[in-house]
């Protein structure tokens, strides 16, 4: 199954994204993520893309679909993978043509307020990148990961400026996505305002139904 997650920032692509992985065993590829690790580790391409994913803006086409294909051309992708952040715009989406097809796109909806509340109150862990929630989705233990003990940081994206001008970056160039895919019939809808466990359902009988 290869499948995209759709949806603003804060929709709950990355949540999402680990249920499901666990849930049907398929790696999870987060273009997000992947610039981050670049970042803490001081990469080349972490130093290019630090201060633009710190204001908010979206990373070169170019330089995203070739780390993309790269990762999709591993053999643990064969049997299918979860794309979360990516593609994120027109010209990702037909450059991901040219080199894998895809079975589902889920579209996530969610309301404005809401993704404001669900960002300021994001801590993600700095070991294995589960996503927690100050108020919605607390850890057992305040600032520390369930899953692997590791500690909870706030994103140096999550700061007000950052998340109004990711919303507009969404709003121009990613929103198009909807349409680009759901001419080509691949789209459902899906409303992430509900709990975790709720939203997990709704995919599961989407993604079990697949024909
Ligand atoms: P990326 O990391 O992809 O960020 P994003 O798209 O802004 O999305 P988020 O990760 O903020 O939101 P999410 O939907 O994953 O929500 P989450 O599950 O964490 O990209 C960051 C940057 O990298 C970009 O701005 C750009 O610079 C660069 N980049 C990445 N991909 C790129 C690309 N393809 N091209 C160019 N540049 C690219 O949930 C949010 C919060 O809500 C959490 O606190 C969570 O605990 C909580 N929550 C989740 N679900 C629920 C629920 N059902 N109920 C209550 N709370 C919930
Ligand atoms: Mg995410």
């Not at 993309?68 to 979860?82: D, H, T």
């Not at 899906?190 to 997990?200: I, R």
Request: some cysteine.
């Amino acid at each position: 199954m290869n499948l995209i997650l759709l949806g603003p920032p804060g929709a709950g692509k990355g949540t999402m994204a680990f249920k499901l992985k666990e849930e049907y065993k398929l790696p999870h590829i987060s273009t997000g993520d992947l610039f981050r690790e670049a970042i803490k580790q001081q990469t080349d391409l972490g130093k290019k893309v630090k201060s633009i994913m710190d204001a908010g803006n979206l990373v070169p086409d170019e330089l995203t679909s070739a780390l993309v294909k790269e990762k999709l051309e591993q053999p643990e992708c064969r049997r299918g993978f979860i794309l979360d952040g990516f593609p994120r715009t027109i010209p990702q989406a037909e450059a991901l043509k040219t080199f894998s097809s895809i079975d589902k796109v889920i579209n996530f909806t969610i309301p404005e307020e809401e993704i404001i509340r669900r960002l300021s109150g994001r801590r993600v862990c700095r070991s294995c990148g589960e996503s927690y929630h100050t108020e919605f989705i607390p850890p057992a233990k305040k600032g520390l990961c369930d899953k692997c003990s590791g500690e909870l940081y706030t994103r140096d994206d999550d700061t007000v400026d950052a998340i109004k001008n990711r919303l507009a970056v969404y709003r121009t160039s990613t929103a198009p996505l909807i349409d680009f895919y759901q001419k080509e019939g691949l789209i459902e809808n899906v409303d992430s305002s509900p709990a975790p466990e709720e939203v997990l359902n709704i995919l599961k009988k989407i993604l079990d139904s697949r024909n």
